[in-house]
């Protein structure tokens, strides 16, 4: 393995312990010596790519959540809605999203190490900028505005989702997020074209796992 | 003063006093020791009406925190409304609210102490069944669902109120919030009657205030 490569996985294991802590501990229960313990990487090995636990919580808020699944659509809005159906999906097995919603959600530390909100309010106000270019929304909808619903809304919902049902119920919870505001939203002829049954995450998760195994195919043949 | 009458205003000391402190520190770092403290109270006094930690909690916790501002509308949709603008109008400033907010996002407490999420999804659902008794709102909507939805997003929204703007804007972006759900909750005519503006919550406060001192001098006249 050459010693780039190794270099990258040794910071991907890192980033992985870091967050699987920071997500059942938060930031400040959080210590780099559990960190170290769950990566199996020495101290200086740890050292080398994070200098300091909030450098890790920095590391951990900047991995982008959205781009791996993404399918394009004849409709942005289904884009929008389909990013936030896969999250759902995604969120429960995942510690380096679970680490980002806990650490962006956390009052102290947020001032030292940031917040993953400001990229999600961003990628929603874009894709609903491109919907409106091409006319599915309705006239008076402002993307920044919305965006800014929708970021309190999802929070508030993937908390209550984590407080009584222990995200069992997070895709039904999304499912019926996106029903109450998409009238708002989207053009009548748009919205009666949306998909946003509770499994939308998990369909659009296995379309997008097909087309990137068809497209290696495609590619080694 | 009645001995009575004296025990009341001490139970409400003890509440506010341990509101104020579970407000600021969360549940598992509040102490009886400080909340005795900002009550002036002695600790027999506390314990004779809360024998625990819990025991305040839960007192905290069922405070009502609806009826004070009520004022009875035309069309119900505007009193739940107004339900959820007087709430973010008052939360900044109303210990008491503040606790009942933090105590029920405490994932460990609520196990112990409960949570004031049930009740506030229940005023929801119960004033959009009578909206839709009265034919205000749209043919498919759910209370109990739509509640749920609103309950998250209610939730979600405050949070990030506090933490990016310390509560500045919640009044906005509750606004912004009902203009986003009514459309799918609403009949469209009823939908163009709400009022849905940002200081609606202390414009219905003034009023009920206004309502109660008339009433007070029409009693002793």
Redesign the interface.
């Known amino acids: 393995m050459a010693q780039q490569e190794r270099a990258v996985r040794t910071r991907r294991a890192v980033l992985e312990a870091a967050a699987g802590v920071f997500a059942e501990r938060g930031y400040a229960a959080a210590t780099i010596a559990e960190i170290l313990n769950r990566a199996g990487v020495t101290k200086g090995a740890l050292y080398f790519h994070f200098d300091s636990k909030a450098a890790l919580a920095r590391g951990v808020l900047e991995e982008r959540i959205s781009a791996e699944y993404h399918v394009p659509r004849e409709l942005k809005l289904q884009e929008w809605v389909d990013a936030g159906m896969t999250l759902a999906d995604r969120l429960p097995r995942e510690p380096l999203l679970l680490a980002a919603v806990r650490l962006s ?1 956390d ?1 102290q530390g ?1 001032d030292v190490f940031g ?1 993953a ?1 400001p990229a999600w309010a961003e990628l929603t106000a874009s894709l609903l900028a491109e919907a409106r270019a091409r006319d599915e929304v309705l006239p008076h909808v402002v993307p920044e ?2 965006a ?2 929708f ?14 049902a222990d995200w069992a119920d997070l895709d039904q ?1 999304m499912s ?2 996106f ?7 989207a053009a009548p002829s748009v919205l009666v074209r949306l998909d946003t049954a509770p499994d939308r995450g998990a369909r659009v998760i296995e379309e997008a796992r097909r087309r990137s195994r068809a497209a290696l195919a495609g590619a080694s043949s």
Do not use: C, K, N
């Open positions: 959600a009052l947020r917040s909100w505005e919305t800014q619903v970021l309190g809304a999802w929070i508030g919902v993937q908390f209550v989702s984590q407080a009584v919870r019926a997020l029903d109450h505001l998409l009238p708002a939203i």
